[in-house]
Nanobody
Framework: QVQLVESGGGLVQAGGSLRLSCAAS????????MGWFRQAPGKEREFVAA????????DYADSVKGRFTISRDNAKNTVYLQMNSLKPEDTAVYYC??????????????????WGQGTQVTVSS
């Protein structure tokens, strides 16, 4: 089992920045690819970003490319999502997810086995 706990959400004005963190425990963190997803009210959960176990490969949704950066610190068992130039349409609950995988960067939510409880991000206009 892997336990994931997100933090860092909050209320920010459009154009501002937030940094989300996801702390993992329970298994060897560097065996897992990590992803961030989000879900806005009335919408389906969508992919935001993902990172290879080593940090050597990342992928992003088109809607966040150039604004968000995913990174990880395997020594701290933590993955981060730096969000810059935030827009009102980025408002959602953000979830981190993990899958035991050392090849590839999954984009589909059904590829992930473990999920955090989510953290709310609200961007005001």
């Amino acid at each position: 089992q892997v336990q994931l706990v997100e933090s860092g959400g909050g209320l920010v004005q459009a154009g501002g920045s937030l940094r989300l963190s996801c702390a993992a425990s329970g298994r060897t963190f560097n065996n897992y690819a990590m992803g961030w997803f989000r879900q806005a009210p009335g919408k389906e959960r969508e992919f935001v970003a993902a990172i290879l176990w080593s940090g050597g490969n990342t992928d992003y949704a088109d809607s966040v490319k150039g604004r968000f950066t995913i990174s990880r610190d395997n020594a701290k068992n933590t993955v981060y999502l730096q969000m810059n130039s935030l827009k009102p349409e980025d408002t959602a609950v953000y979830y981190c997810a993990a899958v035991r995988l050392r090849v590839g960067v999954p984009l589909a939510s059904n590829r992930y086995d473990y999920w955090g409880q989510g953290t709310q991000v609200t961007v005001s206009s």
